[in-house]
C-alpha cells in the first residue's frame, strides 16, 4: 500500500502502474469535502516520492465517480471574504495540479456521475476512459457559481471554447458519446474494462506511441486561437448566453468573462484568474440563495426517505376522472413504472385522459427520449374502464373529479366500499379541507390529500395533505407513491388551499388591490416578470384559468374572511363574469392566439381595459418597487403564518413548496429567504407603509418579536 486514508487509498497494482481509489468511507457517494481534498494532496506526494512507478490509474468504488464538491461546506467557506475564498481555491488547486503534474502518464477510469469538482478531477489526469451509462459535467453555474478547481482552465483547452462554453453556461450533465464527441473523454468502454483500457493507455504512452507530455502541455499552455478569433468566441458567447440566462444568473457569463481573461496565461497564471472570479460569485447573494435551495432540497429529501420507510408497496395505482388532470396523473405513474387504471364515468372523459397520454409520450418519441415500444409499453400501463372491476386489486386511489365537495364526497364514498380495507385514498384537491372530505369516510385513517400541480408532467411538487385522523401509514405510502412518480412531495397540514394556495390568493389579493388603485396589469406583469416570476398575475391567472381562480378565491375567503375576503367586486370576478376564462377559452387579461408553431401566444386586449372600468378607482402610474412591495407582502406574511400555524414543518419546506409548486423565483430563494435577505426589521417597517390596505399587509406578533430580536429564518 503507497497510501491508505479514510476517503483515498493508492496501491500498484501492476507493472509499475498505481491505482488510486476514491472511496469515501461513511457515505454514499465521493465528494470533495476538506479531507478528500487534504488526502489527495498527500497521496499525491506518496505517489511522487515512489522512484519506480510508470503511470496511475484514477478510480472509485461507488457507483457514481465522484458527485462534486461537498455543498454542506459551502454556506461556512462563502461566508469568508472575498481574499480567504481566493486563498482556500488557490491552495485546492495546487493539490488538482500536482496530480496533473507526476512523472508518469495518468488516466481516469469514469464509472458513474462525475460532476463539478469530480470532473475537474478527471480533466487533471492526461487521459479519461468512460463508462458509456456514465455522465460527466460541471453544474456550478445551477448553484449561482462556476467551476472553482480548474475547470473553466483546463476544459477550455481541452474542448476548445464554443464547447467549454456550452457546458459550463448550460450546467449540462453530457452522456458519454457527447463527452467523446467534443474529446472530453478519450475512450468509452464498458465498466468492467475501465482499468484495463487505462493500463492499455499507460502502456501506449510508455512505448512511445502516445504522446501524453505534449497532451499535457497542450491542456497547461494559452487557449489556441489569435486575438480576432478569440475576440469573436467570447463576445458571441456572451451575449447569446446573457439572452439565455438573463440579469439575475450573472454566473454564466461572469464564467465566460472569466475565460476569456485567462485565454492567453499558461495554467497556474489562469487559475488565479479563475479563482478571483469564482470568489466574486460566491459572495453574491444569487449564491448564498441558490446553494441555500440545494440544501433545503437535500432536507426534503432526506424527509422523503425517511417516510418510505414506513410506507405500504404501491404496485397497482388508480385515478379516478380521466380528463386532463387524470391524464397527466396516469401518464406519471405508468411512465416511471407503476401500473395505473385510469376510471371515468363516461366514454368521452377515458378518451381525454388517453389522449393527453399519447400526446405526451408522442412528444418524447419525437424527440428521441424515447422509443416507440417503450410508449407502447406505457401505454399498456394504463388501463382504461368505466367501473370499479379491478379496484380490489389497488394499493392506492387518487380522485381527480371536480373541485366540488359534494361530487367528491359521492365519489370518495363509493370507492372507499370497493376497495381493500388497507388501500389508501387520496384527493387532489386543490383548495377544499381534507378534513370535511374525510367526514364520511369509514376509513379516515387511511385518506390523505394528494394536490398535483397543473402540467402534472411538468410541476415536480405535490403536496401531501394531512388531516386530523389520517394516520403515519396513509402519508409515508403517498409520499413513497410521489416519490416513484419523479415529484418532490411535501407533507402540509390541512387549511383551506393548503401551503401553496394559501400563499398564492393573497399575491392574488395584492394584484387586485393595485388594479382597483389605477395600476396597469400590463406593467404589474411586467414588473414582476423582471423580478423574477416565470409570469405576471394577471397572465399566470389566464393560465390556471379564470373559473378555477374565482372558486379557489371564494375558498380562500370562506376559510381566513378578515383577510381574504373582498367587500367589492374585483377584476378576477368581471373577468369571469363576462367568461374571459384565460387560455382555456382564448380570452382572459389577455386575448391568445396560435403562433406558426400552433403555441399560444398573448397579445393585448383593449377591451379588457373597458371591462375593468367600474372595478378602477382612478388612473395612477406606480413606482417598480411599490409594486414589488404590493405584491410580495401579502405573500410572505401568509408563508410566515403557514409556518406560525404548523401547515408547514420548516422554513426550508415553505420555501420548496413555492418554487417547486408555483415558480417563485429560485434566484431569490423563495420567501422566507427573501424576509431574511430583507431583514426582518426592514420588512416589518415596510409591511407597515402599507398597513391601511388592511390586514393581507399587517405582520403577525411573532415576526414583530423576530424584527425586535434580531432572529431570522434560516439560522
Known amino acids: 500500500m503507497i497510501y491508505e486514508g479514510k476517503a483515498i487509498t493508492v496501491k500498484e497494482i ?201 497532451r499535457r502541455e497542450e491542456k497547461k499552455g494559452k487557449i489556441k486561437l489569435n486575438a480576432m478569433e478569440s475576440m469573436m468566441a467570447f463576445e458571441i458567447s456572451k451575449a447569446f448566453v446573457a439572452g439565455k440566462a438573463g440579469r439575475n444568473y450573472p454566473a454564466p457569463v461572469e464564467a465566460i468573462k472569466v475565460m476569456q481573461k485567462h485565454a492567453g496565461l499558461t495554467r497556474d497564471k489562469a487559475i488565479e484568474v479563475e479563482a478571483k472570479g469564482f ?87 419525437e424527440k428521441g427520449r424515447m422509443k416507440p415500444d417503450q410508449m407502447a409499453d406505457v401505454l399498456n400501463a394504463i388501463t382504461p374502464t368505466l367501473n370499479y372491476g379491478d379496484f380490489k386489486n389497488v394499493d392506492l386511489v387518487v380522485e381527480a373529479v371536480v373541485e366540488n365537495p359534494k361530487v367528491k364526497d359521492a365519489v370518495l364514498r363509493e370507492t372507499e366500499e370497493m376497495v381493500r380495507d388497507d388501500a389508501i385514498l387520496t384527493s387532489n384537491t386543490s383548495t377544499i379541507s381534507i378534513n370535511l372530505l374525510a367526514k364520511n369516510l369509514k376509513r379516515p385513517e387511511n385518506f390523505c390529500g394528494m394536490h398535483f400541480f397543473n402540467p402534472v408532467h411538468m410541476m415536480p411538487l405535490v403536496e401531501v395533505i394531512r388531516g386530523e385522523k389520517t394516520s403515519d401509514r396513509a402519508i409515508a405510502t403517498t409520499v413513497a407513491y410521489a416519490k416513484a412518480m419523479g415529484k418532490t412531495p411535501i407533507v402540509v397540514n390541512d387549511c383551506p388551499g393548503f401551503l401553496v394556495n394559501r400563499v398564492l390568493f393573497p399575491y392574488f389579493g395584492g394584484f387586485v388591490g393595485l388594479v382597483r388603485d389605477g395600476a396597469d396589469f400590463q406593467k404589474v406583469d411586467k414588473v414582476m416578470e423582471k423580478f423574477g416570476w416565470p409570469m405576471g398575475p394577471a397572465y399566470l391567472l389566464d393560465v390556471v384559468g379564470m373559473d378555477t381562480g374565482k372558486h379557489a378565491g371564494d375558498v380562500m375567503a370562506d376559510g381566513f374572511p378578515d ?40 397579445v393585448v386586449d383593449e377591451e379588457t381595459y373597458k371591462l375593468l372600468e367600474p372595478v378602477v378607482q382612478g388612473k395612477k402610474e406606480f413606482e417598480e418597487d411599490d409594486i414589488i412591495a404590493r405584491m410580495m407582502i401579502p405573500l410572505c406574511l401568509e408563508t410566515v403564518r403557514c409556518l406560525e400555524d404548523g401547515i408547514v414543518e420548516s422554513p426550508a419546506d415553505a420555501d420548496m413548496g413555492l418554487i417547486y409548486g408555483i415558480g417563485f423565483p429560485p434566484f431569490r430563494g423563495g420567501a422566507l429567504r427573501y424576509i431574511d435577505d430583507m431583514g426582518v426589521d426592514k420588512f416589518v417597517e415596510l409591511a407597515d407603509k402599507y398597513a391601511d390596505l388592511g390586514p393581507l399587509y399587517h405582520p403577525t406578533e411573532k415576526l414583530r418579536e423576530m424584527a425586535k430580536t434580531g432572529k431570522k429564518f434560516f439560522g
Open 14 to 214: 501492476e507493472g509499475g502502474i498505481a491505482q488510486l481509489n476514491f472511496d469515501l468511507q461513511g457515505e454514499s457517494v465521493n465528494k470533495f469535502n476538506r479531507l478528500t481534498i487534504e488526502e489527495l494532496g498527500a497521496a499525491t506526494d506518496a505517489l511522487k516520492a515512489q522512484k519506480s512507478l510508470k503511470g496511475l490509474v484514477v478510480t472509485s468504488s461507488k457507483d457514481s465517480f465522484i458527485v462534486g464538491a461537498d455543498i454542506t461546506e459551502f454556506t461556512e467557506m462563502f461566508a469568508g471574504s472575498e481574499e480567504d475564498l481566493v486563498a482556500n481555491n488557490l491552495k485546492a488547486n495546487e493539490v488538482f495540479s500536482a496530480v496533473e503534474d507526476l512523472p508518469f502518464p495518468t488516466v481516469t477510469a469514469i464509472n458513474g456521475m462525475a460532476l463539478g469538482g469530480g470532473f475537474e478531477m478527471c480533466l487533471a489526469t492526461d487521459y479519461r476512459v468512460m463508462d458509456p451509462k456514465a455522465k460527466v459535467g460541471l453544474p456550478e453555474v445551477k448553484l449561482g457559481i462556476f467551476p472553482g478547481f480548474g475547470g473553466t482552465v483546463r476544459l477550455s483547452r481541452l474542448v476548445g471554447v464554443d464547447n467549454a462554453v456550452e457546458w459550463i453556461c448550460g450546467g449540462t450533465e453530457n452522456r458519454a458519446d457527447a463527452a467523446l464527441k467534443t474529446g472530453a473523454v478519450d475512450a468509452v468502454v464498458e465498466g468492467g474494462r475501465l482499468v484495463e483500457a487505462a493500463v492499455a493507455i499507460i502502456n501506449q504512452c510508455n512505448e512511445g506511441k502516445l504522446d501524453y507530455q505534449a
Open 279 to 365: 470568489a466574486k460569485m460566491a459572495k453574491t447573494n444569487v449564491a448564498a440563495c441558490l446553494v441555500g435551495l440545494f440544501l433545503n432540497d437535500q432536507e426534503l429529501k432526506k424527509k422523503a426517505k425517511a417516510w418510505e420507510k414506513e410506507a405500504s408497496e404501491v404496485k397497482l395505482a388508480a385515478v379516478l376522472g380521466a380528463g386532463i388532470m387524470g391524464g397527466g396523473v396516469a401518464y406519471q405513474s405508468a411512465l416511471k413504472g407503476t401500473p395505473i387504471i385510469m376510471k371515468d364515468i363516461n366514454q368521452d372523459g377515458i378518451a381525454l385522459g388517453l389522449k393527453e397520454a399519447k400526446k405526451l409520450l408522442a412528444k418524447r418519441v
Open 563 to 602: 383577510r381574504m375576503k373582498h367587500s367589492e367586486k374585483t377584476a378576477i370576478d368581471v373577468m369571469f363574469e363576462n367568461n374571459r376564462y384565460g387560455q382555456k377559452n382564448e380570452v382572459g387579461f389577455y386575448k391568445y392566439e396560435l403562433d406558426r408553431k400552433g403555441k399560444q401566444k398573448k
